[in-house]
């Protein structure tokens, strides 16, 4: 069974570092791409970015390239998400979930992380 | 980047059939996908290349395509059906976009 389960709710002040986690199991984490999505309080899905476990390879959305990072370590499972320097409005819940092969949709998510940002 | 248009909302009452669109210029070119999110919870896919449903999705829920719309029709509405509803899909450059989100509820 796919599972992919994500690091607990965090609660972090402006300008602070943050990294979360998801980690996948049930399949062959290098061979499918892994991506993110934000989900701002009462708002719809916005993709932010995917990474392939297998190379590294990595693609942003233009509203998030440089302000976030996303990797993923295959000797673990893990795929990540990343912020420098967080800001209020980067509050929000966030999914990973997994590409479904060559086609572009996500097959599986986790269950979310929430990201409070305040001072 | 292209922008993916839904509905705010749509409105049915039960055994009614609702549909949900998603229209964009890209989307004769590109798949799309639908995903179904009830209140805290993570979504959950309901169908992707245009009409194909995963397992485990009831027969109910279809999709379709004409022009640059894609339509999600869930036939005979039933009370657990109420959820936002996104589509998806993605262009030539390697972006994915989500449409703003559809509110179904079930009267």
């Known amino acids: 069974e796919v599972q992919l389960v994500q690091s607990g709710a965090e609660v972090k002040k402006p300008g602070e570092s943050l990294k979360i986690s998801c980690q996948a199991s049930g399949y062959s984490f290098s061979s499918y791409w892994i991506g993110w999505v934000r989900q701002m309080p009462g708002k719809g899905l916005e993709w932010m970015g995917i990474v392939y476990p297998g190379d590294s390879d990595t693609r942003y959305s233009p509203s998030f390239e440089g302000q976030v990072t996303i990797s993923a370590d295959k000797s673990i499972s893990t795929a990540y998400l990343q912020w420098s320097s967080l800001k209020a409005s980067d509050t929000a819940m966030y999914y990973c979930?997994?590409?479904?092969?060559?086609?572009?949709?996500?097959?599986?998510w986790g269950q979310g992380t929430q990201v409070t940002v305040s001072s | 980047s292209y922008e993916l248009t839904q509905p705010p909302s749509v409105s049915v009452s039960p055994g009614q059939t609702a549909r949900i669109t998603c229209s964009a210029d890209?989307?004769?070119?590109?798949?799309a996908c639908w995903y179904q999110q009830k209140p805290g919870q993570a979504p959950v896919l309901v169908i992707y290349k245009d009409t194909e449903r995963p397992s485990g999705i009831p027969e109910r829920f279809s999709g379709s395509t004409s022009g640059t719309t894609v339509t999600l029709t869930i036939s005979g509405v039933q009370a657990e059906d109420e959820a936002d509803y996104h589509c998806q899909s993605g262009d030539s450059s390697g972006t994915w976009v989500f449409g703003g989100g559809t509110k179904l509820t079930v009267l």
């Open positions: 979930a997994r590409r479904a092969g060559v086609l572009k949709y996500f097959d599986h």
């Open positions: 890209v989307l004769p070119k590109q798949y």
